[in-house]
């Protein structure tokens, strides 16, 4: 990616995961700037990775080729009319990874024509492991298409969507998709505890467990169904497990969270694309 100027709005830690990812695939630190309220924060980010920083988001955001919304989306709508002056004025591409804010809202704040990427990372982003879906506006071209998905490839893989609409699926999906898996370690473990495990023992074992799985899935061709069945032997321990969770009707219940989650998000973002009094 040429290294045009990169200004995040925000510097909590999802900033701090891309700015750590961008350098670390070689993008120059004086390229980057943070704008926060905390001179703390500001402080911290300077100190790591000796990026430009500043308290005022319009001269973070002056001569930007993008920008970065990572502030809570309840302050989104006092940030992106504070900065519609500036991006419009240069054309930059803004990128927003704040959950919940559809594209129209932020177009209704930020002015009409400017570019936008609408992306929804997952918390595996502070680890560089994170999963991003991201949906273009029309007005983003093929360059900053590239732009953008070259910032969030830092911290993970990244995935184009064609329809808006998706982004509460997504977010129902890999956005609160990490608590499922930690829900579903969580139990494991005690399970193992219940039947005779000690506590260290059982946190390592599903903990890697659950890595390794993952790794294989990442790694192989092959679909999880024909996996499961791989290591499934008839009439073994495997078998009578799955047979219970599938008696218990774990499909069913992921189904239906999901439908929850993904209808919880189409709720909020109709609450935060509100104007504010």
């Given at each position: 990616?040429?290294?045009?100027?990169?200004?995040?709005?925000?510097?909590?830690?999802?900033?701090?995961?891309?700015?750590?990812?961008?350098?670390?695939?070689?993008?120059?630190?004086?390229?980057?700037?943070?704008?926060?309220?905390?001179?703390?924060?500001?402080?911290?980010?300077?100190?790591?990775?000796?990026?430009?920083?500043?308290?005022?988001?319009?001269?973070?955001?002056?001569?930007?080729?993008?920008?970065?919304?990572?502030?809570?989306?309840?302050?989104?709508?006092?940030?992106?009319?504070?900065?519609?002056?500036?991006?419009?004025?240069?054309?930059?591409?803004?990128?927003?990874?704040?959950a919940g804010i559809r594209t129209t809202d932020l177009q209704r704040w930020?002015?009409?024509?400017?570019?936008?990427?609408?992306?929804?990372?997952?918390?595996?982003?502070?680890?560089?492991?994170?999963?991003?879906?991201?949906?273009?506006?029309?007005?983003?071209?093929?360059?900053?298409?590239?732009?953008?998905?070259?910032?969030?490839?830092?911290?993970?893989?990244?995935?184009?969507?064609?329809?808006?609409?998706?982004?509460?699926?997504?977010?129902?999906?890999?956005?609160?998709?990490?608590?499922?898996?930690?829900?579903?370690?969580?139990?494991?473990?005690?399970?193992?505890?219940?039947?005779?495990?000690?506590?260290?023992?059982?946190?390592?074992?599903?903990?890697?467990?659950?890595?390794?799985?993952?790794?294989?899935?990442l790694e192989s061709d092959e679909e999880p169904s024909l996996l499961r069945?791989?290591?499934?032997?008839?009439?073994?321990?495997?078998?009578?497990?799955?047979?219970v969770l599938e008696e218990g009707k774990l499909r069913e219940l992921f189904?239906?969270?999901?439908?929850?989650?993904?209808?919880?998000?189409?709720?909020?973002?109709?609450?935060?694309?509100?104007?504010?009094?």
């Amino acid at each position: 990616m040429e290294q045009g100027i990169i200004s995040f709005i925000g510097g909590g830690n999802m900033c701090s995961s891309l700015v750590g990812g961008l350098i670390a695939d070689g993008y120059a630190p004086e390229r980057i700037r943070v704008s926060d309220p905390g001179e703390e924060t500001l402080a911290s980010l300077r100190a790591r990775f000796g990026v430009h920083t500043t308290h005022d988001n319009r001269e973070a955001a002056a001569g930007a080729g993008v920008v970065v919304l990572a502030v809570k989306p309840q302050v989104l709508p006092k940030v992106a009319a504070e900065l519609a002056p500036v991006v419009q004025e240069h054309g930059t591409l803004v990128v927003s990874i704040a959950a919940g804010i559809r594209t129209t809202d932020l177009q209704r704040w930020l002015g009409a024509g400017v570019a936008l990427v609408r992306t929804m990372p997952n918390t595996p982003a502070l680890v560089k492991s994170g999963a991003t879906a991201l949906f273009a506006t029309a007005a983003v071209t093929a360059a900053q298409r590239d732009q953008a998905e070259s910032v969030l490839r830092a911290v993970g893989l990244t995935l184009w969507l064609e329809n808006e609409e998706q982004m509460d699926a997504v977010t129902a999906l890999s956005g609160s998709g990490p608590a499922y898996f930690f829900l579903v370690m969580e139990a494991m473990q005690g399970a193992a505890q219940a039947i005779g495990l000690p506590e260290r023992t059982a946190r390592l074992l599903t903990l890697q467990t659950a890595f390794g799985a993952a790794k294989m899935a990442l790694e192989s061709d092959e679909e999880p169904s024909l996996l499961r069945q791989r290591v499934t032997s008839p009439g073994g321990t495997t078998e009578r497990a799955l047979n219970v969770l599938e008696e218990g009707k774990l499909r069913e219940l992921f189904r239906d969270a999901l439908t929850s989650a993904r209808d919880r998000s189409r709720e909020l973002a109709a609450i935060l694309g509100r104007d504010p009094d």
